[in-house]
Each structure stands twice: as C-alpha cells, then as structure tokens.
C-alpha cells in the first residue's frame, strides 16, 4: 500500500528532462546502421553510448531534493530503489528495443556475441547509476547526479588508454576473453554492490 501510495508522488518529484534528452541521445547514437555497409565498431559505439548515456540520465532522478530538509515515514532505502525503479526500468525497456532494433537493420554477426555486448552495455548504463546514487546520499541535488557522467567520463578515457588484447572494448575471439574482458562480469557486480549501499538507510535524521 505505502508503495502503491509512494510511486505517484515519486513520478512527479522525479526531474525527467535528463532522462528525456538521454533518450533522445541513445536513438541518435545509432546513426550509423543507416550506412550501406556500417563498421562493426559503429554499431557497437552505438550500443555502447546509448546504454551509457541513459544511465547517465537515469541517474538524475536520484537526489532527493528535500530530502535533507523534511522528515518522512517512508524510509530512504525504500524511496531510493522506487527513484531507482522508476527510470531503471523504462531506461532497459528504451535500450532493448534499440538493441532488437539495430539487430533487425544490420548483419548480425556484427552485433555478436549477443551476451557480451548485453553485458557491456548493462555495465555501461549501471556504473553512472551507481555513481549517482553515491552523489545523491552525500548531496541531494542536482550536482550530486553530476558524479554519474563524472565517473563515466573517467572511465571512459581511461580504458581508451589499453588497445588490441588489453582493451576491454574488444570483442571475445576464437580463443575466449582475454584478462580484460573478464573485467567486465567483475565491473558489473561492482556497480550493484556500490549501488546497493549507495542506497541503504542514512543515519542522518532529516533523512531517515
């Protein structure tokens, strides 16, 4: 009931304009199967960026705006995984039907293997959400969210640093995944164990 209760008011607390530009974002991002022959690298950039930059969105919704100011029945935890919710679910729904969609318009071989690029984008879209949920326990606004992209941003530049063999961006060959590719399983337990305690009771009083 209390949850039932929560969500309505939650929705409408909820800053959906980033989610709405990420959105926006992730359908351009796929610009490239347009091409007569795309490049492979194309069409996974495309996944990538899209799952990322609708995490990056999602994780918008997060801060509590009044949170540190009034005191509320309803327990942080349980505000936080609704907020959670209720961008992380239409922010998957968004990027399946992308990935259903590039699958159907390009060869599939250069979407494959279909687990791999699932699992670079789940990391992809959940460590800025995990960042984000880190930013908003410590700073209920909008600069709190900014540590999603910020991190995201690092990340980023920095896995750009390893090539061939040792970049994580490759794909699985013949042989199995590499040492960096076995990153990634490692990165997305990562991202839920930060968010699981990102979003746990404060022991602050205003936000309990």
Partial sequence: M????????????????????????????QVSVLADEPLDWAV??????AAGALGAGAGFALPDLMGST???????????????GLVLLPAVLVWALIYVGVRETVKPELTWPAGFVILQAAVCGLLPIAAA??????????????????????????????TE????WAMPGPAGWTAAQHGWPVALVLALVILLLANRESTSPASA
Avoid: D
Avoid at 44 to 49: D, I, K, P, Q, V
Avoid at 165 to 168: D, G, V, W
């Fill in 133 to 162: 949920a880190v930013g908003a326990r410590h700073r209920n606004t909008a600069a709190g969210a900014l540590a999603g992209p910020a991190v995201q941003g690092v990340l980023l530049v920095g896995s750009l640093f390893f």
């Fill in 44 to 49: 996974l950039s495309g996944l990538w960026l």
């Fill in 165 to 168: 063999q040792e970049s994580p």
């Fill in 70 to 84: 009034v005191i509320t029945p309803v327990p942080r935890w349980m505000r936080q995984w609704l907020r959670t």
């Fill in 2 to 29: 209390t949850i039932r209760l929560l969500i309505p008011h939650l929705a409408r607390a909820v800053s959906w304009w980033p989610f709405g530009a990420a959105v926006a974002l992730a359908v351009l991002a």
